[in-house]
């Protein structure tokens, strides 16, 4: 009788063990996922390039605010990954930037036509 009590004590120190021990870890939780997995890479549209990195910001915020990762670790992935943001940010402007540019350009061609159809 004695020894299913002290099994069950066991066990239930086991479980209890178990179930605590992330709690009180030493380290922080590393990131599971690479950089390659968290940002697409060239290949990707700059809108997805930009949706990953605000996910990956975001991902590293909820991290932090739980206690998985430490301060100089959290500032340095944040870092990381707003410059991602920014990068891509940059670029969307760049390329709406460029197509304002060539829509200028079709409507002023069109007007020039305009103009030339208007005085024959």
Do not use: T, W
């Amino acid at each position: 009788m004695y020894i299913s009590i002290i099994m069950a004590l066991i066990l239930g120190a086991l479980a209890l063990l178990f179930v605590l021990y992330p709690l009180f870890r030493s380290r922080p939780v590393e990131i599971a996922r690479s950089d390659a997995q968290a940002i697409p890479g060239e290949g990707a549209s700059v809108q997805e390039r930009e949706l990953a990195a605000r996910g990956a910001l975001q991902e590293v915020e909820l991290d932090f605010q739980l206690g998985n990762i430490a301060e100089p670790d959290y500032r340095a992935l944040r870092e990381r990954y707003m410059r991602r943001a920014l990068v891509s940010l940059k670029s969307r402007y760049e390329h709406e930037q460029a197509l304002d540019d060539e829509i200028e350009e079709q409507l002023r061609k069109m007007k020039e036509q305009e103009n030339d159809d208007a005085v024959q």
